[in-house]
């Protein structure tokens, strides 16, 4: 009987585990470990990074947003719940008991009562056993710690965006997180420089009054890249003085910012996370690989199902349904699909067009799989079949794509494709009498081809040369919107065509290429039966 009893509780926890089966397949605490390790050598001695986890944003009245991390955070620490702390050190630190350690983690306590409406939280015990970290603390008690930031050398954090509020929940948010280490770390922005800032201040103390006219029209210019330094009130009225008193009057000023003495350094993370997340591990491959085949299923299986008189939102709903249906957590970015001249805007979202008619359609989609994210865009006709016009600009856009992707080589400059894919977009709309001259300024190529995709959909890079296991997007884009200088046949017709490419040793390799891409191909699969062609909902407006 007692033997019967223990099999009979072992088969009640095997059976309940199996009503709350969660993936499995998200990266190992190893990974993000490894991640931690690799920017803390890094590090100069005696230094600190922080870095906090996203904030929960409201969406309206009691409703909030669906909670996404902060990339750079998930990276290090593999947490996905708001209102975290990572604390990592250079070196061995020793708390009051002679514990060693080197790294702390604050995240958010246990609350029977918020996890009753809102689900379980991980808590120290689960930052310990399913994150890996030996130091573990509730966020509440970030703001009492005894980490003293104003000792160490280098003190890093990225750029507060402050765009987070103070709901008054509890006292252990985001917003009350930095304030308490803006507190603990005499935190004032004044003290330290963005990288232009400081080139320009530096020019300004270097440059002789009779020559400050000059300086005045790089400010200006730099302004264009940088619009934060409108801000900077002695900046602005040194670009615009006339008086050389008054210009020697601030230039003091400026030259005192310049030598302010602060431990804060807002550069370094984004630098350093950058360059290791430009190039990806195998774990994360596997994840983006994923990630990207099920964005170019969706693409497919659209071609199969697209009817002219579909709307652009259902046409987005068949691409999410398929994400859905491969377990995709969320879109990687908001979803565009732009029929005719709605596929000239580049970042058109609100797909709100009831027909797509008989027009282009342009579908520039991505899944995200356990935080990673793909980049897929096909462009097709609504009836299946390209017409002579909208087939010419397709094929341009293609050739330029495909003669681009030669250029995905270790070495290589990753500016490269892009100068390859406009040489061929330029050649080909003059051959078509759109444009003057293969010279010609214009407005039809307008955006780059090529980005690293990962955490993000605009993965942080230094966009150098190609290395080893880089995904990068190679998406070149001819546009003709109505009203174009050019013969009005072109009007409305908006291709993009977009694939993630993996740089190997063995040269590039297509990720998306599940999702067919030439014209002939394209039109070979809409001709298939859809799966759905039977789903008819009942007509709500009889």
Request: hydrophobic share 35%; glycine share 6%.
């Amino acid at each position: 009987m007692k033997i019967f009893k223990i099999l009979f509780v072992a088969f009640l926890a095997i059976s309940f585990s199996g009503f709350s089966q969660t993936p499995t397949d998200f990266l190992s605490k190893e990974f993000h470990k490894s991640r931690r390790d690799a920017l803390r050598s890094k590090m100069p001695a005696n230094s600190v990074s922080v870095v906090f986890a996203n904030p929960l944003r409201n969406r309206a009245n009691d409703v909030d947003f669906v909670f996404h991390q902060d990339p750079n955070f998930y990276y290090l620490t593999g947490y996905r719940e708001p209102n975290g702390v990572l604390v990592l050190f250079s070196e061995n630190q020793t708390d009051e008991n002679g514990q060693s350690y080197n790294e702390i983690l604050y995240v958010q306590k246990r609350d029977a009562r918020a996890e009753q409406w809102n689900g379980k939280r991980l808590g120290i015990e689960g930052a310990k056993n399913e994150l890996g970290f030996k130091m573990a603390f509730n966020s509440e008690e970030f703001a009492a710690s005894k980490i003293n930031f104003k000792s160490f050398d280098r003190l890093f954090i990225e750029k507060f965006n402050d765009d987070y509020r103070n709901s008054a929940r509890d006292n252990a948010e985001v917003y009350d997180l930095v304030l308490a280490f803006k507190e603990k770390a005499d935190y004032n922005p004044k003290n330290f420089l963005s990288p232009m800032k400081k080139q320009i201040y530096e020019l300004v103390k270097s440059t002789p009054i009779e020559n400050s006219a000059n300086v005045a029209q790089i400010i200006g210019r730099a302004l264009v890249y940088d619009p934060s330094l409108k801000n900077d009130e002695d900046l602005m009225k040194f670009k615009d003085a006339t008086s050389n008193d008054l210009k020697k009057e601030l230039k003091q000023k400026i030259s005192l910012k310049l030598d302010a003495k602060t431990n804060i350094d807002i550069t370094f993370l984004s630098r350093n996370l950058a360059t290791l997340r430009e190039v990806k591990t195998k774990e994360e491959l596997v994840l983006l690989t994923k990630a990207v085949r099920i964005s170019a299923i969706g693409q497919a299986e659209v071609m199969k199902a697209m009817k002219p008189h579909m709307s652009e939102t259902e046409l987005q709903g068949i691409h999410e349904f398929v994400y859905k249906k491969y377990g995709a957590e969320y879109e990687g970015y908001p979803s565009i699909v732009g029929a005719g001249n709605n596929g000239c805007i580049l970042h058109y979202i609100e797909n709100s067009k009831t027909k797509v008619g008989n027009e282009l359609v342009l579908m520039d989609l991505g899944a995200e799989y356990r935080g990673y994210t793909a980049d897929v865009t096909r462009t097709i006709p609504a009836n299946g079949k390209f017409s002579k016009e909208q087939k010419a600009i397709y094929n341009l856009v293609f050739k330029g794509q495909e003669e681009g992707i030669k250029g995905y080589l270790i070495g290589e400059s990753m500016g490269k494709p892009n100068l390859i894919a406009r040489k061929i977009a330029n050649e080909g709309l003059f051959k078509l009498g759109i444009i003057k001259s293969v010279d010609e300024k214009h407005p039809y190529f307008p955006h780059g081809t090529s980005h690293h995709i990962g955490l993000d959909v605009h993965d942080p890079g230094n966009y150098g040369n190609f290395e080893e296991n880089m995904v990068v997007t190679m998406e070149p884009g001819i546009y003709i919107p109505e009203g174009s200088n050019c013969d009005k046949k072109w009007w409305g017709i908006g291709v993009r065509i977009e694939d993630d490419i993996l740089v190997t040793k063995n040269g590039p390799v297509n990720l998306s290429a599940e999702a067919p891409r030439t014209v002939e191909e394209i039109e070979k699969m809409m001709a298939k039966k859809s799966v759905l062609n039977d789903f008819v909902l009942p007509d709500l407006d009889k």
